[in-house]
């Protein structure tokens, strides 16, 4: 069974991979691939409850990471809708290839820790679309926003989910977290940025500002309020989550409540046609779903693995035949460029126990660096870089060809890091 399961995930995955070539969307094969994963795995069980079990419980999970999504790539449209962005943009003024590398991948880096990865990337994107016109450049930056993006979230947390379990589980400190991976976090996305540096040239052009020929376009109030409360309904998701506990999606719904009726007061002075392209309504339907469908057939899929045991089983092997951690944890953070991290994270969690690792072990820590910067190296392989493909249609080859190497370089480098400064302040 489990070999048919594992076969069914790698061809999905080379055809999402191939998607160019073979002309069939990636949603389609993602949702074709979670579905069948779990079809066979109910008709070769004989517990069928027992599965339906797990499959609810792993869409109730994943339900919390797809309504996160909807939300934030909602409140980001209605930002955009009223021109929000121009208050960064025209903040920023070079046209400078390399200088705008530079200050794109440094402000994505810190945002990432203050927000997370995922909603970073989709801010990230939108903003980059109002700067870029060509779209080869923007894709080449793109992929190192995914990068500064699980960077950057990875010394924080509160700035990636496996970073954020292993603090509530108890694993790691907020403190020990931020002293120890800032600067392995800092090199995996310095040193790819300075070699990129060495081939970057020119400058890039700005897209043609289109003229509103609106009656009653937006004024500088409503676009700053709407840009200042979007991005402050973001950041208010971690805060939400620490006073009431309750999982991020419900803070990001609660901000785009309130930005909802905010809007809706502001706006209703206007008459109906130029009320309409300023509402949360339009946004919504400004949203890509086929990309929302494209994770949810992803996480579906790899659900299949977590709860067949392959998983597990992978990182009991690992852990067996290798027995040195500088070895396997590099590896789970490999492995998190194919499959997702938060399973591979959960099966470390439970493979390794709190009274062998205490809290903030050399373990956890540089768990918490390779689970959430290893998923670069690949483009599905974080909820960023998934999130991304699915805004600017990136294709899969493409990412591997462009990005992999210097996200991998760049893995290394902060992976060295952490190991020499650990054995450097352990003596």
Request: glycine share 8%.
């Amino acid at each position: 069974m489990n070999t048919l399961i594992i076969s069914i995930f790698i061809i999905g995955y080379i055809i999402i991979a191939f998607e160019h070539s073979i002309k069939i969307n990636k949603s389609a094969t993602a949702l074709l691939t979670g579905v069948l994963c779990w079809t066979v795995y109910i008709l070769m069980s004989n517990d069928s409850h027992l599965i339906n079990e797990q499959l609810t419980e792993h869409i109730g999970e994943l339900s919390g990471i797809l309504f996160f999504l909807m939300g934030a790539m909602t409140i980001v449209e209605l930002i955009d809708a009223h021109d929000g962005f121009d208050v960064i943009t025209s903040r920023i003024t070079t046209n400078n290839k390399k200088k705008l590398l530079w200050i794109i991948c440094i402000l994505t880096f810190f945002l990432s820790s203050v927000l997370d990865n995922l909603t970073t990337a989709i801010v990230m994107v939108s903003l980059l679309r109002k700067l870029i016109d060509n779209k080869e450049d923007r894709l080449l930056f793109i992929g190192m926003v995914v990068m500064a993006a699980n960077g950057g979230g990875a010394w924080s947390p509160i700035g990636d989910v496996t970073t954020t379990m292993l603090w509530i589980g108890g694993q790691i400190t907020a403190q020990n977290i931020i002293l120890k991976l800032f600067i392995p976090s800092v090199l995996s996305i310095v040193v790819p940025l300075v070699i990129l540096s060495f081939k970057l040239k020119g400058t890039v052009r700005r897209p043609e500002i289109k003229e509103n020929i609106s009656p009653n376009p937006t004024t500088p109030f409503e676009r700053n309020a709407v840009f200042f409360l979007g991005i402050g309904a973001l950041v208010f998701v971690p805060v939400f989550k620490t006073i009431t506990h309750l999982p991020p999606f419900m803070g990001v719904l609660f901000g785009l409540g309130i930005l909802w009726v905010i809007t809706e007061m502001i706006h209703s002075s206007k008459d109906d046609e130029d009320k309409d392209v300023l509402s949360v309504l339009h946004a919504l339907r400004k949203i890509d779903m086929s990309s929302i469908l494209f994770f949810l057939g992803i996480l579906i899929a790899i659900s299949s693995l977590q709860s067949t045991g392959v998983l597990s089983s992978l990182a009991k092997y690992m852990n067996d035949t290798i027995g040195n951690l500088n070895i396997i944890v590099p590896l789970i953070g490999l492995l998190s460029a194919i499959v997702d991290n938060v399973p591979l994270v959960a099966a470390s969690m439970g493979m390794y126990d709190l009274v062998t690792y205490p809290q903030d072990s050399y373990i956890w820590e540089f768990l918490a660096y390779c689970a959430g910067t290893g998923g670069s190296i690949l483009i599905i392989g974080s909820a960023a870089g998934v999130a991304v493909m699915g805004m600017e249609k990136i294709d899969f080859i493409w990412y591997l060809k462009k990005i992999a190497g210097l996200a991998f370089i760049g893995y290394v480098a902060g992976a060295l890091s952490y190991i020499g400064l650990e054995y450097f302040f352990s003596r």
